[in-house]
């Protein structure tokens, strides 16, 4: 595909997102909404919603059913979600995400891992778990990499598989309008990992708060120091789990409390 980094390629089609869910009106309001919205209106990406309970084989469109062996919760059939994956998806190489409580944990470097793929194959496809789990023959059958939100449980895949296109879709090249509002996100190679700078805006003062000085100061050389050492501090102080933490990249920062408010 291209290599260039330009918005889009005229001739090279947009990649494809495809989300197999059991609720495809939740997942296509979000994903005509905000950003992922703009980005495909924008012609940056494309995605497909389907029904997965338009796969099931039986009359009463049955996706789910008890667990052999007994125990409490649905199980998710392997069927429907089986068929619904091998009809929609375009390449066999595909990648396909199941979105999962007992997945690999999602990350900035898991977001740039699976937005490389999109762009390399042009297709990836979201499968949203729900009920108690999954039929494990599904997992055999369809290669699936299992991704979790976070250590919580929700209702169903849709709000994470929702969460993982958000994060793919605005780091495609053009997608955002200031290229440079991602580059210095949290989390990112800019901020070594590690969490994003206080920020303010209009008015000066507000209910008798002030703005740090510095910012109103006009010496951009300063101003960056102070929001790399304040990017460092709050790491230090809200994320201590966070490799940037412990070796702060602060050049010619001398101490840690850097505030001066006016
Ligand atoms: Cl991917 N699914 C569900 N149902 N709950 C979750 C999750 C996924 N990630 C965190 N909690």
Known sequence: MSSGTEANDDHAPAPVIRVLTLFPEMVRAVLATSIPGRAERQGQVRYEVTDIRDFAVDKHRTVDDTAYGGGAGM?????????????????????????????????????????????????????????????????????????????????????????????IVRRLPGVLHDEDSAANDSFTADRDGGLDCAWYTKPPVYRGLGVPEVLMSGHHANIEKWRRQQAVERTRERRPDLATAEEPEVKGGKGRKGRDRT
Do not use: H, N
């Not at 069927?79 to 091998?86: G, I």
């Not at 898991?110 to 499968?127: F, P, R």
């Not at 991704?147 to 994060?167: H, Q, R």
């Open 75 to 167: 199980i998710m059939m392997a069927p429907p979600v089986v068929e619904a994956v091998e009809k929609v998806r375009e390449r066999s190489d595909a990648t396909v995400i199941l979105t999962t409580p007992q997945g690999e944990r999602f990350s900035e470097q898991l977001t740039l891992d699976l937005l490389a793929d999109l762009q390399a194959k042009g297709e990836l496809i979201l499968v949203c778990g729900r009920y108690k789990g999954i039929d494990e023959r599904a997992r055999e059958l369809v290669a699936m990499r299992e991704v979790s939100i976070g250590d919580y449980v929700l209702s169903g895949g849709e709000l994470p598989a929702l969460v993982v296109v958000d994060a």
